[in-house]
């Protein structure tokens, strides 16, 4: 079993897709994979599926029809019979696990990419947290090299998978915050600039990467570009939002119209949450 929820629902047994066409089914493996080797309860299930109309009196029958339905397409996939299977292969319901008041959805080690992600970030922020930036760059990257775009995309979301979404894609941005930080550190501030330039276009009020765009560009020897990076942010503030850039951006300009040479040490970054 393998178990990607970093993009459009993914889940394989024996690299057969088991996930469903129907949309509530989809939901109900979505609820699981995005907690696979966890018990999930059978009333946050419900409450996902019908938690914006009237829940049927046929609620649970249904999702004992829906937990069936994934069995036969974990049972085909392995390419066996939905009735029964081989003595050395374990049985649908041993992978899509019924527990007393919920289930679980078990997946081996190594093979759940949200929690392979979720390593390799802790990784690089330990690496971060040592100095070893180098390091934490690659880690960071390969944590955001899983990513296929965002969370479960193409599943209609209630609100816990809702929240779910939004934990994975605050991680993935924190990810590449630090990674970009990483980078700056190691005096890669020329090669920066493209994807930087192409995030902020995606990200146009965070704080954050803006600030590490005007300093890559305030490093590369454009400092009018860099200003004018910061007016597009306020502008965008001021008119999406009615707020002001935060004191620690305002900072950050009034130190590059002042010139300040210490911007230029690779050991200076800016990160605007710590201010």
């Known amino acids: 079993m393998e178990v990607d929820v970093l993009g459009p629902l993914a889940v394989s047994q024996q690299t057969a897709s088991i996930v469903p066409t129907a949309a509530k089914p989809r939901t109900v493996l979505a609820m699981l994979a995005v907690q696979a080797n966890q018990f999930v309860p059978l009333?946050?299930?419900?409450?996902?599926?019908?938690?914006?109309?009237?829940?049927?009196?046929?609620?649970?029958?249904?999702?004992?029809?829906?937990?069936?339905?994934?069995?036969?397409?974990?049972?085909?996939?392995?390419?066996?019979?939905?009735?029964?299977c081989p003595a050395e292969t374990p049985e649908a319901k041993d992978i899509l696990v019924t527990l007393p008041?919920?289930?679980?959805?078990?997946?081996?080690?190594?093979?759940?990419?949200?929690d392979n992600f979720e390593q390799l970030a802790a990784a690089g922020h330990r690496a971060r947290e040592k100095g070893d930036f180098e390091t934490a760059s690659e880690n960071f990257a390969q944590a955001l090299g899983l990513c296929r775009g965002q969370a479960l995309a193409d599943v209609q979301a209630g609100p816990r998978l809702q929240r779910e979404v939004e934990r994975i894609e605050e991680a993935r941005l924190n990810c590449l915050d630090?990674?970009?930080?990483?980078?700056?550190?190691?005096?890669?501030?020329?090669?920066?600039?493209?994807e930087l330039r192409s995030i902020?276009?995606?990200?146009?009020?965070?704080e954050g990467l803006c600030a590490h765009l005007m300093l890559a560009l305030y490093r590369s020897g454009r400092r009018s570009e860099a200003l004018d990076v910061y007016q597009r942010m306020r502008a965008t503030l001021v008119t999406e939002l009615?707020?002001?850039?935060s004191p620690a951006l305002r900072r950050l300009q009034r130190s590059m119209l002042l010139s300040d040479h210490g911007l230029s040490e690779l050991n200076v970054t800016w990160d605007v949450s710590t201010f």
């Open 43 to 84: 009333a946050s299930l419900m409450d996902e599926l019908w938690s914006t109309e009237k829940k049927p009196a046929s609620a649970k029958t249904a999702m004992q029809s829906y937990i069936l339905h994934l069995r036969k397409n974990i049972a085909t996939a392995a390419g066996r019979d939905p009735d029964g």
């Open 101 to 114: 008041g919920g289930y679980l959805l078990r997946a081996p080690v190594g093979r759940v990419v949200l």
């Open 178 to 194: 630090r990674r970009i930080e990483s980078d700056l550190r190691l005096g890669r501030h020329h090669e920066l600039l493209s």
């Open 200 to 206: 902020i276009a995606q990200h146009p009020t965070h």
């Open 242 to 245: 009615g707020l002001e850039p």
